[in-house]
């Protein structure tokens, strides 16, 4: 979950890459990231997206006060019902917003806590 700002600062970092290869990303949620990424990048990259598509993990004593706040926080701006999206969302979305079609492998995780 990035805010505008990032998410900008992120496409403008996208646009600098010359080099062949393929694109991860790891914790994809609704796929806004990747999908702007790929708008950038093109169809000559492939793209794998890993999520375990279960949410957050509950925080712990050990992530520390803000990580507490935020999740009793349940009406602030970067809860987003714990970032729970099933991959049935994601893949729609993404060939929705691209007309070229490109290579999407999605990966479906689990968590380890």
């Known amino acids: 979950m990035l805010g505008r700002e990032e998410y900008i600062a992120n496409l403008r970092l996208s646009s600098t890459v010359r080099t062949q ?7 994809v949620w609704k796929g806004g990231t990747i ?9 000559d990259h492939e793209y794998f997206l890993f999520d375990s598509f279960q949410g957050h993990l509950e925080p712990q004593p050990i992530d520390g006060p803000a990580a507490l706040a935020w ?17 049935k969302i994601l893949f729609p979305t993404l060939c929705r ?8 492998l ?8």
Do not use: T
């Open 21 to 27: 290869g393929c694109v991860i990303e790891c914790g």
């Open 106 to 113: 999605i990966v479906i995780g689990m968590r380890l806590r």
């Open 35 to 43: 999908a702007g990424m790929a708008e950038v990048l093109g169809a």
């Open 71 to 87: 999740k009793e926080e349940k009406d602030g701006p970067w809860y987003f019902d714990n970032a729970v999206v099933g991959s």
């Open 97 to 104: 917003r691209h007309q070229l079609l490109y290579f999407v």
